[in-house]
């Protein structure tokens, strides 16, 4: 860099120093500094978050054995439910177990088997005797009397399962987790914070959605659900709730199997 000094500066050699100082300073400032770098050191990548689909999700799989998906830690050790034969789990740090809700469960589960059996028994056997005489007709009057009255106990021991199996789904479908039916895990619910690979998850609009999963098949099920067949796993398939304002609220994936 060259700089041209005047004749008033030359006659004080104070002035020249000074001035030298000054320049040597801008000179290092624009090289980029002492260690003449100049280069801010590079922010490391974050990780990408894990992919929610058909692969599975924390280490848990299709298809696999409940007690090899325990031995791996990802699951909180006690279940959250076991009506109907299903055996859910919450995610480790999830929502704990409620012991409360797991026994009116079971209380209303085995109500409602043991009035179905008997007003099934109660019907088999309530055909006309022969008799018909006044007794006779009286005796097959209280028989279709008490089967009517197992039929009315049965079906509101129906409608009352049915809510309880309503409950379990909403409390799982919030959360996520893993429910296992005799031949392993049956179905893999997202977490709320988890995206399927096409960026799908609590949250995402059915417009979004739609337009993810459209031309794959995408239906609305008789359940409500969006429904989307998983290439390659036969039997399998995406489930997405969703509000009636165009919202999706939970993920899953999901086995035609049977719980029990």
């Excluded at 325990?70 to 177990?97: E, I, M, N, V, W």
């Amino acid at each position: 860099m060259r700089t041209k000094l005047n004749k008033s500066v030359l006659g004080r050699p104070g002035l020249i120093v000074l001035t030298v100082a000054l320049l040597t300073g801008v000179t290092a400032c624009t090289s980029g500094g002492s260690s003449g770098t100049g280069a801010a050191p590079a922010a490391s990548a974050a990780p990408k978050p894990e992919v929610f689909g058909p692969a599975g999700y924390r280490g848990l799989t299709p298809g696999m054995a409940k007690e090899a998906a325990l031995a791996g830690g990802k699951l909180a050790p006690a279940p959250t439910s076991t009506l109907d034969g299903c055996t859910d789990f919450s995610y480790t740090g999830g929502p704990a177990p409620d012991p409360a809700r797991i026994a009116a469960e079971e209380a209303v589960e085995k109500k409602s088997k043991e009035l179905n059996k008997k007003a099934d028994e109660a019907a088999a056997s309530s055909g006309s005797d022969g008799d018909t005489s006044a007794a006779g007709s009286a005796r097959s009057a209280a028989k279709s009397a008490e089967v009517a009255r197992l039929m009315a106990d049965s079906a509101l021991a129906i409608a009352e399962l049915a809510e309880k199996r309503e409950a379990r789904d909403k409390a799982f479908a919030a959360s996520g987790g893993a429910s296992f039916g005799k031949d392993g895990l049956r179905e893999l619910g997202a977490p709320p914070d988890a995206k399927t690979a096409e960026g799908i998850g609590a949250g995402s609009s059915v417009d979004e959605l739609k337009k993810a999963y459209d031309a794959r098949g995408l239906k609305l099920g008789e359940n409500k659900r969006y429904q989307l067949p998983i290439d390659g796993k036969p039997g399998w398939h995406y489930e997405f709730v969703t509000t009636p304002e165009g919202k999706v609220t939970a993920v899953s994936i999901i086995s035609a199997a049977k719980c029990a």
